[in-house]
């Protein structure tokens, strides 16, 4: 089946990192919870629940679009709260890139309470290789006289990578951290937790700016938690935040120091995307299942893309009553809610992502699946990050058309992705798509696969 890369097909599996052994050997520490391509797509970041970073850099060797190991480091560990008695995983929450400046790469990694700045860089070891106590391994003997005493001499003996935690920003969130994203003026970012947006200063770990608070004075009257929060990638005094009640909020800085007067009253510079629910489906679920658990923006910044439980919206910056389009994913999903319910699995927080052209949008499901849709077209590809991607050489095709055939050729992935034994302990949470390239890489568990359009 030929088809065009820049469509909606034509992807290949390119790379696996990580132990490709059974599920039930995986040790926890090693589950991947973030994936972020840096802003050229050279390098490419994953943080796991051991609250370690690994970063890959592009093999330039290699024709194709692929990776090789550049380091490692633990970023954070395991701390304990004695004033909540209130253990503190290291798991990675969020990892994002700043730009390049030198050399040196900023990225900003958080668990759960703390933010820290690394710089990661290349620095080159020296060794003394000349003393006068020894030649070699070999010992000398004390110099009798001045003239046999020697200098000692500094020799290169290898480059490494280093990387240092130049800030670290703690002490700010009394919730759990879900969100950071750094502003497009590569001077601030924000953090957000369950109640509250942090702003931030890169260069000032010690003080940040509470630009959103839904904490009502008697958290008995709370109905609603922040899920997510991204800047605009355009202009720096926009950004957004959704919630648990299905909206999204876009609110400018230069308004109001608290960018939080939506709960009370709608300004000209704060909008509110939420689509009206439809009374006749309301169930048990319904608040679950809205609640949306990630949001991005375009690149243009002209169109916002949001995920919950059973779709993918995407909005128009311009127009907030009603999303231009929504993309159903798990519809296959809404007879077992009791079930996903029960298992804990309807709570899960899928992310969704642009593709580098703004053409196409990415998100997970179960069984290790994932989707690729086309913006303007009905079309998708269905691909599957599990053992047998190392075999197939490509997988995928458009949606069904009336007749339920793709271009002639039986659904294959798409009848398995809505068949009764998905397997709901394998899950595609976390995605991030190259920013110049049809390259996707995707977590699933303990594994790190990529995906290009050759």
Known sequence: MDMDPSGSGGWRFAQCFGDKGDVEDITEADIISTVEFDSTGNYLATGDKGGRVVLFERNESKKSCEYKFYTEFQSHEPEFDYLKSLEIEEKINK??????????????????????????FEKSLRVV????????????????????????????????????????????????????????DQETFISADDLRVNLWNLGISNQSFNIVDIKPVNMEELTEVITAAEFHPQQCNVFMYSS??????????????????????????????????????????????????????????????????????IWDINMESKPVKTIPIHDHLRGK??????????????????????????????????????????????????????????????????????????GGLREAMQSETLDFNKKILHASWHPRENTIAIAATNNLFLYSAA
Not at 376 to 402: C, E, R, W
């Open 95 to 120: 990892i994002k890139w700043c730009k390049r400046q030198n050399t040196a790469h900023l990225l900003l990694t958080t668990n759960d309470k703390t933010i820290k700045l690394w710089k990661v």
């Open 129 to 184: 290789s000349e003393t006068n106590h020894y030649e070699g391994p070999r010992p000398l003997p004390p110099p009798s006289l001045r003239d046999h005493l020697k200098l000692p001499r500094m020799m290169f003996q290898e480059n490494i990578i280093a990387a240092l935690p130049r800030k670290v920003y703690s002490n700010a969130h009394a919730y759990h951290i879900h969100s950071i994203s750094v502003n497009s």
């Open 244 to 313: 648990s009640k299905s909206n999204i909020k876009l609110a400018d800085m230069r308004d109001s120091a608290l960018c939080d007067r939506h709960a009370k009253c709608t300004s000209s510079t704060e909008s509110c995307f939420e689509e009206e629910e439809d009374p006749t489906t309301r169930s048990f679920f319904s608040e679950i299942i809205s609640s949306i658990s990630d949001v991005k923006f375009s690149h243009d910044g002209r169109y916002i893309l949001s995920r919950d439980y059973l779709s993918l919206k």
């Open 337 to 410: 809610l009791c079930d996903l319910y029960e298992n804990d699995c309807i709570f899960d927080k899928f992310e969704c992502v642009w593709g580098g052209d703004d053409k196409h949008v990415l998100t997970g499901s179960y069984h290790n699946f994932f989707r690729i849709f086309d913006v303007d077209s009905p079309n998708d590809v269905v691909l599957q990050a599990d053992k047998s991607a190392f075999k197939a050489k490509k997988m995928g095709g458009p949606l069904p058309n009336k007749n339920g055939l793709k271009n002639g050729r039986s």
